[in-house]
C-alpha cells in the first residue's frame, strides 16, 4: 500500500466516479427539459434549440454514462458538448471558471474525458458485455 486507498481499489473507484458524476449530469440536463430539480417550476427550455439539445445530450448521455454502455464512444461526446459550452457560455464572461460560472463544464469536460480514456471500470454494462477471455487476469 502506497498510499491511504490500496490501489487495487482504483478500478472500482472508476466506475464509482463515472457513476457519481453521470448522476449529477443528469440532473443538469434534467433541469433543462423538465425543469427538475429545479427551484422555479416552469423554467424549461424548447427542445429543438441549442440548450434542448444540450439537455438532450446530458440526459440521455447521462443515462448511458451512469450504466455504462458505451461508455467510451459516450463520454468523449459529453466531453466534447461541455467543452463546446464552457467557450460559448462561458469564456466570453471571462477566462476564469470561477468567475464566469464555468467550473461545472470544465470538471464535467475533463472527467468525461478521463472515462473515455479509461472506459468504465468493473461496476458497467461495458464490462458484462465484454467476453471472459479480454479480461485482465482471467
Not at 470538471?107 to 477471455?133: E, H, M, N, Q, T
Amino acid at each position: 500500500m502506497n498510499g491511504p486507498v490500496p490501489a487495487r481499489f482504483a478500478p472500482y473507484l472508476q466506475s464509482v466516479l463515472r457513476i457519481v458524476a453521470a448522476f449529477s449530469f443528469i440532473t443538469h440536463g434534467t433541469q433543462k427539459l423538465i425543469a427538475v430539480p429545479v427551484a422555479q417550476p416552469g423554467t424549461t427550455v424548447p427542445l429543438f434549440s441549442l440548450f434542448g439539445v444540450a439537455g438532450a445530450l446530458e440526459t440521455f448521455g447521462g443515462v448511458l454514462l451512469l450504466l455504462g454502455l458505451f461508455t467510451r464512444p459516450v463520454a468523449f461526446l459529453m466531453a466534447g458538448e461541455m467543452a463546446v459550452a464552457y467557450l460559448m457560455a462561458h469564456l466570453p464572461r471571462g477566462f476564469w471558471p470561477v468567475l464566469n460560472a464555468g467550473e461545472p463544464a470544465v470538471l464535467f469536460c475533463f472527467i468525461w474525458l478521463y472515462v473515455a480514456a479509461a472506459g468504465a471500470g468493473p461496476w458497467s454494462v461495458d464490462a458484462l458485455r465484454r467476453p471472459r477471455s479480454s479480461l485482465p487476469n482471467s
